[in-house]
């Protein structure tokens, strides 16, 4: 599969629906070393989720029946905006643990809004069921290719912007967003999956050889609480080499308030957990090695304007 | 004067003690035409103050006595942090209306912080005092060539950033930022000095054809309250032609909602005024007039993570 012709695609597709998030060098975290930066919480909704959604429902087109999604939130968010703009009618399945923030900006976007008990995993049961039911397209939050395109899209407009760093962080839930970076520098690039010790599913998946259910809580559960890593996701992963580094939910919480206390960024927990690998000496840089930190949501709860 | 060379130098001079912080193209805020951005609240200590306090100390030194600074809260912030940074001990005098946001910054910078009664003019009494007392050395928050040309190295920074807009909105207290961007720009692009109805120095000083006091309150007034514009600014309003634009305190809050909903910005009532200019329509531009705003503070006030 030709993973760059489909991330470029998915580019010119979605092109003057997205918004080209900005990209800095950080020298703000008291390192001896630069950090560089993309902002992807300032994209539509908050987080980098509506790359995917776009591409998808841009390739794919929707029924008389609209879209639908399951989400922690975030997917929904994006789900939710993208089928507005396009003219369709969304179901949005969230879990309780999505959070106040993120349901009430799902509702705020018109979209067809359904709060279920439990987490991610529950909401995604009654989402097939809807699409089995009516024929609603499945917009899925990251193991297709239209979403893991999508996604890849972040990567190479973070290439265009002139990014040199040898490492990346990216924070992984279900995995389409560090799915879309492998994707895009197949290898070129080392790719470092940060993962609350909570909510760990790639690294269990890359422990056991293959995706497996993993229990998932702590702090950032309503963004990266995948209770299995996509199939794209870990065949990419293992691919391309990704490494895997764990972050305590104390540690995702400091660099939530470094981000705030060196940039004014406030950021969602998940927006803040790849970051977290390089602040709490998860991951020490070697000498020389220069490294990137993707920022990726904030939709934080409570809203601070709300 | 060489205000290009003067600026020139400052941003010379100041590299490596300074943020680039990232600029951004926005649809964000439902008009038919693009909004370039700034985001300058990402520089140190959360606003664009830092520019002229680096340049001050590193052009002029300090004597043993130190540094001493009257600041609304931002301009002490960034004086503090600079001082810290070079190995000067800091005066800071604020007043009240500063804010525990930006009491609490400037504490944590470790400088001497003095709170005074009442608004930035009546820190300015004592910070003078201070300064006659003891021989430190005065950094001045906006009327001295050395801060006009550091926060005017931010106008040049943009500009290199590939700024295409033919008309620059600019939150205006004292006016040591537009000075610097009216000093960069030379006439050369339309610059609108955005206040708010309810302090507004540099529109009264436009009106009566000098700087005179004002009263000043409103939401942003620990940030924008000065009581009498620089005569640096007055004269370069004059010379290079700005034009003066009024907001209400209500379209400041309403473009600081604004820039959290669309970029997830969380920023000062200071930081969102140049944007309400064009959000509240107090600004409508002709047909095809590129249009930027500068976003420049985010010591709000609650600080969100504390």
Known sequence: MDWQAEIRTA???????????????????????????????????????????????????APEAGVVAASGGNHGAAVAFAAKKLGHNARIYVPEVAGSAKISLIEALGADLQVVP???????????????????????????????????????????????????????????????AAAWFGGNKKIIAVEPTTSCALHTALEQGGPVDVEVSGVAVNALGAKRIGQICFDLAVKTGIQSVLVSNDAILKAQNLLWLAHRQLVEPSGAAALAALTSGAYVPEPGEKVAVLVCGANVDPDPLH
């Open 11 to 61: 580019a010119h597709r979605t092109e003057g629906y997205l918004v080209k998030t900005p990209a800095m060098v950080s020298h703000g975290f008291g390192f001896s070393f630069p950090i560089e930066l993309k902002f992807e919480q300032m994209q539509h909704t908050g987080s980098f989720k509506p790359r995917g959604a776009f591409n998808t429902l841009l390739s794919e087109g």
């Open 118 to 180: 439990g987490k991610y995993a529950d909401a995604m049961v009654q989402a097939q069921a809807w699409e089995a039911e009516t024929g609603a397209r499945q917009v899925h939050a990251y193991d297709t290719i239209a979403t893991v395109a999508g996604q890849g899209s972040l990567a190479n407009e973070w290439q265009d912007q002139g990014l040199t760093a040898d490492t990346l962080f990216i924070a992984v839930g279900g995995g389409g967003l560090i799915a879309g």
